[in-house]
């Protein structure tokens, strides 16, 4: 015979909701100093609840079980290699993007295939090398080198159509 999952009730769920959601907040902010990570922990820490609910012996070791979660997922979080490798979006913002013209060169960059587009931009315009590319997007350098072939011939096409040499 097969066991079944336990399944939380919505009133459960909202139960848990009410009682640990401020002190999950507060813990993963204490934590991470990111109301928008925190709230993501908090997120985090009840889909765990939801998806494996567990009976507890008392309301103190269900406390001690959610502290737990969020903690660990803190330390997660913190020892990401996402977490590692982005800054803030205040740091980026006094870096404007460049605005195409029309007919522009960089207008029709634009208007190529996201994959493509994005090897030769960061290849021309912001001067990585393609093995830096292939890093930075995770693929390998041979595919970086077949994307900025297929673009610089659209391109070229591109261009021709529109009347340039």
């Known amino acids: 015979m097969r066991a079944t999952k336990p399944t939380l009730t919505p009133q459960e769920a909202e139960r848990l909701v009410n009682t640990y959601a401020d002190l999950i907040l507060r813990l993963s902010y204490t934590y991470l100093k990111n109301t928008q990570d925190a709230q993501d922990i908090c997120q985090t820490v009840f889909l765990k609840f939801v998806e494996k609910p567990r009976p507890f012996a008392s309301p103190e070791h269900e406390k001690a079980w959610v502290l737990r979660a969020a903690v660990n997922a803190c330390k997660d979080l913190l020892k990401s290699k996402w977490r590692r490798s982005s800054v803030p979006l205040e740091n980026a913002a006094p870096v404007p993007a460049p605005e195409p013209e029309d007919g522009s060169l960089l207008a029709a960059v634009e208007a190529l295939p ?4 994005l090897v030769i931009y960061l290849y021309y315009y912001e001067g ?9 997007l995770g693929v390998p350098a041979a595919t970086v080198y077949t994307r900025l072939a297929r673009g610089r011939e659209r391109l070229r096409r591109e261009l021709e159509s529109e009347g340039y040499e």
Request: proline share 8%; charged share 40%.
């Open 128 to 136: 990585y090398t393609a093995k830096e590319i292939a890093k930075l």
């Open 114 to 117: 996201p994959d493509y587009r």
